[in-house]
């Protein structure tokens, strides 16, 4: 039997392609990027199918155009009958586990119309554990850190 193999997944929205492969990659210093690239898969002629980000994550996360998934806009939910790479990851028994953020809203027919987490559109996808809160409306801690090293 082959023993299954960890995926790590990384999706940065705010960082010029052509500093990862192109023409500035030479001239930027990024160490950590650069030792990953090494031991990794990059796709080097991937572009955004939708602006903004949070409609981008999501076709990127359920393998869907917007016009499919319907999530167009930052804040329109994504209908829970759709499928993402976390929950197929589960069916295989990995574990998908979040650091950062997809900034799902969540879709409203599933809660009370009372549930807080109807009221954000920071929510994680459904499928991932969070492990690295990072909502910038309600992470305190991860704003306090960044107040106190300045920014």
Request: proline fraction near 7%.
């Amino acid at each position: 039997m082959v023993e299954a193999k960890n995926v790590l997944v990384i999706i940065i929205d705010q960082l010029r392609a052509d500093c990862v492969e192109g023409a500035l990659a030479s001239h930027v210093d990024l160490p950590n990027i650069d030792a990953l690239k090494k031991d990794a898969v990059t796709f080097a002629s991937h572009f955004s199918v939708v602006n903004p980000c949070g409609p981008s994550r999501a076709s990127i996360l359920t393998g869907r155009y917007s016009m499919n998934h319907r999530s167009v806009r930052n804040g329109a939910p994504l209908a829970s009958g759709i499928s993402n790479i976390a929950l197929e990851a589960r069916k295989k028994n990995y574990e998908p586990l979040l650091f950062g953020y997809t900034d799902t809203s969540l879709d409203p027919r599933d809660f009370h119309p009372n549930d807080p987490d109807l009221k954000t559109d920071e929510n994680a996808l459904p499928g991932f554990r969070e492990i690295l809160e990072m909502r910038w409306r309600g992470s305190y801690p991860w704003r306090a850190d960044l107040l106190a090293k300045g920014y």
